[in-house]
């Protein structure tokens, strides 16, 4: 682990799961998954942001690759939801209490909230997600990933033939 890399709440999970992960660092003024993904010199298919969503009664958070964007109604249907949003950044980092470009799933687990993964991380053995703050992200593997959220794995992003697909970025 770096030296200028405090120990985070995320790496203290993984590491009391007995689940080995590696530390990637990039500039904090990044806020992009795209952009993070250039600066580490992974492809932005294997770094993976988190999005809150906002659901009828709460919140879930949805991992999909930094190049993709959510199909909201997509989303919805597959859970079983009439409908799904997207919070505003500031409300985003309201409920989070994580500032956007640093919000990951790791980070909060205490929040209990359902979390989804696409199944396009599948295509890759480890990927890349935020530990809980901008410019620091941690690789693993795939499946440990998904053990220690919990998360469950649903196509939520690709080919679309419905031409009323919503985007966020």
């Known amino acids: 682990m770096s030296a200028e890399v405090k120990k985070l709440n995320s790496m203290r999970l993984l590491e009391a799961q007995g689940i080995a992960y590696k530390v990637h660092t990039y500039d ?39 190049d993709q964007t959510l199909d909201l109604k997509r989303f919805a249907k597959a859970i079983g939801q009439k409908k799904a949003s997207m ?29 989804y993964l696409d199944e396009a991380a599948r295509q890759h053995e480890t ?13 693993m ?15 939520l992003t690709g080919a679309v033939t419905d031409a009323t697909e919503e985007k966020q970025t």
């Open 28 to 66: 904090e003024k990044i806020t992009d998954g795209v952009g993070a993904a250039q600066a580490m010199g992974f492809p932005p298919s294997q770094v993976y942001k988190t999005l809150v969503v906002q659901l009828k009664d709460g919140y879930a958070l949805v991992m999909i690759a930094a």
């Open 141 to 155: 593997k795939v499946d440990d990933l998904v053990r220690v959220l919990d998360a469950k794995m649903l196509r």
């Open 87 to 115: 919070p505003t950044k500031r409300g985003a980092e309201m409920v989070t209490g994580l500032k956007t470009g640093g919000i990951g799933a790791l980070a909060l687990t205490h929040k209990r909230w359902e979390v």
């Open 127 to 139: 990927i890349l997600v935020n530990a809980g703050q901008r410019g620091v992200n941690l690789e």
